[in-house]
């Protein structure tokens, strides 16, 4: 009897195969989803951008005590729900939600300084002022338009910090629609006039970023934020999170499929044709088959904490920190210690006391 | 009618700036007792309302302190129609100002601009963040207001730190937005924001000294907000 010529499938792990990968093995039993492809420091630091979906990996990495670049906290003992309502600890900077590849690029730009801070809008609405590149940053805009502008050289300041500081630069791609002023070619993050600003027809226009250009500019976004951290590795995600609403002409669940397909393939082009960017499939995870939408809310929108726990444990199973540590402790070394000041205070207090002895004296 | 014509001119209650007005009303002849705490338990929220004393705090040893200006007083609450009351209340800033800077926080443009580290916060934000801290001392002394008349007296302003101003500018207006009557020696002086004339500084560097203290109840002098009981 001859043998058969062997396969090249033949030698192939089970997760390669559908019925022994994703039928057997059912939504819970997935192995081998995600193999970072990177042996990163113990000590690794990750900044985490773009869509909704991205907060899920900031919030999962503070609580596993791994380094997420917090380049604009909230002020010391600022109160939880303040914190919240301003929009720190969400991102790594104050960027707000960075949907599309073209957002990226233009805060990458920002913060190489090949675009001045002052470029961008301001939208002036009750006698508040807004930022053009996050409206929804404060819960009532700015006082001023100082006020914006220096809040914007300070997320600024910030994003440079989350580029420069991490190993691991995690970006969440969320939409491929999006609006861009038809003169100066700046993105929004939201169309104008839906929480801040007055919507221009032929000034504000419509774009559904076509995959070529989606590419292009997250390349061009990667490259100007390797030129403030040469060594910058990009960890890319597509948020499995479908479109609220659809501008584009078509049903929104065929505008969300068109959506999600060209970021997930510009994702995996990129990863593809560069060593130091990787994707990870959460967006498989939640709207994969194996899932059968199970995760989805009653809203078939958002992502339910089963989904998101989930993804998370793929995350830390494929990711791997075995290297030897590299940051130290001195990242905050410049900082003055938040214990000097407590001094400081005590001793205040100290000498206050000290000087209401003086009241009880009657003489 | 016998225990009014025992009782001071005024009565001082609040941090440890209750000092400095004690001596300045001992400057103008202002007959005046003083209920001063440290800051630290105005801000930590020990000092509260109360039915019967009129203020109350937590800790015996702080409580006998009150009882005996309660019984200076003839007795009674602390807080009463016919009893003046000035109140260094509301503002503790050494306990409000530095924690908000730990990370770097500033509310100035110049001192964003002068260095790399610092972060900008929005007048919003310190305003909210001024408010959540402080509005427990609003209250009362929004409450204090409706059983005696009541004079707030904003704490001498020694620091250049752009973060001292902002956040005593939001609270010197959030008082007054309360209805509180509030005397700010900073404003009445023309200081527009600078910090005290070292001339008024104590040598502990955080409080005014006599000159100071004459100085300010002088000004409430002439200004009607306080004084002597018959005049």
């Not at chain 1, 939880?80 to 990226?104: D, K, V």
């Not at chain 2, 016919?82 to 503002?91: I, K, M, N, R």
């Amino acid at each position: 009897m001859q043998d058969r010529p062997s396969s090249p499938y033949a030698s192939l792990p089970p997760e390669a195969y559908w019925r022994t990968g994703v039928a057997d093995a059912g939504l819970h039993g997935l192995k081998a989803l995600w193999a970072s492809r990177w042996v990163l420091p113990s000590d690794a630091r990750f900044s985490t951008f773009g869509s909704c979906f991205a907060q899920h990996i900031s919030r999962a990495l503070v609580a596993r005590q791994i380094d997420w670049v917090d380049a604009e906290p909230a002020p010391g003992r600022c109160p939880p729900e303040i914190a919240r309502r301003y929009n720190y600890g969400i991102f790594s900077a104050r960027t707000a939600n960075i949907y599309t590849a073209a957002q990226l690029l233009y805060l990458a730009r920002l913060a190489v300084g090949d675009v001045a801070a002052e470029a961008a809008e301001f939208w002036e609405d009750g006698g508040r002022v807004y930022d053009s590149l996050r409206p929804a940053i404060e819960p009532a805009g700015f006082a001023c338009r100082e006020e914006a502008l220096f809040s914007r050289y300070s997320m600024i300041r910030a994003f440079r910090r989350a580029i420069v500081r991490p190993d691991i630069f995690v970006f969440t791609l969320g939409l491929t629609e999006g609006w861009e002023n038809a003169d100066t070619g700046q993105p929004y993050p939201m169309c104008p006039g839906t929480v801040a600003g007055r919507f221009a027809a032929g000034i504000h226009v419509f774009r559904n970023y076509r995959v070529a250009e989606v590419a292009r500019d997250l390349s061009a976004a990667i490259e100007a934020m390797r030129r403030l951290n040469p060594a910058l590795r990009v960890l890319l995600t597509v948020s499995p999170v479908p479109l609220t609403a659809t501008r584009s002409g078509q049903h929104v669940l065929v505008a969300t499929t068109y959506s999600k397909s060209a970021l997930r393939a510009v994702a995996g082009e990129l990863a593809a044709a560069d060593p130091e960017v990787d994707y990870f499939p959460s967006y498989e995870i939640i709207a994969g088959a194996p899932a059968r939408a199970g995760f989805f809310a009653p809203n078939m929108r958002s992502i339910e904490a089963a989904g998101v726990d989930l993804v998370m444990r793929h995350f830390f199973a494929g990711l791997d920190l075995s290297g030897p540590a590299a940051h130290g402790q001195g990242s905050a070394a410049e900082d003055r210690p938040e214990s000097d000041i407590e001094a400081e205070m005590a001793s205040e207090d100290l000498a206050c006391e000290e000087s209401l002895l003086e009241t009880f004296n009657r003489g | 009618v016998a225990r009014s014509k025992a009782l001071p001119d005024l009565l001082i209650v609040g941090d440890s700036h209750t000092a400095a007005l004690k001596a300045g009303c001992d400057a103008h002849g202002l007959r005046a007792e003083v209920l001063g705490f440290s800051g630290n338990l105005w801000h930590a929220g020990h000092v509260v309302l109360h039915r019967t004393h009129g203020l109350w705090v937590r800790g015996a040893a702080m409580q006998a302190r009150l009882k005996a200006v309660q019984e200076a007083l003839g007795g009674g609450s602390l807080l009463r129609p016919d009893l003046p009351v000035l109140a260094s209340v509301g503002f503790h800033l050494g306990r409000l100002v530095p924690p908000f800077g730990f990370r770097k926080h500033v509310s100035s443009a110049a001192e964003f601009e002068a260095e790399d580290g610092p972060l900008f916060a929005s007048s919003a934000l310190i305003a909210d963040y001024a408010e959540h801290f402080r509005r427990p001392h609003i209250r009362l002394l929004i409450r204090m207001a409706r059983q005696a008349p009541v004079t707030a007296v904003a704490p001498p302003h020694f620091y250049a730190a752009p973060n001292y101003r902002a956040f005593y500018d939001y609270l010197v207006r959030a008082i007054r937005g309360a209805g509180v009557t509030l005397y700010d020696a900073r404003e009445d002086w023309g200081q527009d924001g600078a910090p005290l004339d070292p001339q008024y500084v104590a040598a502990d560097g955080v409080h005014g000294n006599e000159a100071y203290s004459a100085k300010v109840v002088g000004h409430m002098l002439d200004r009607g907000l306080v004084r002597r009981r018959g005049d």
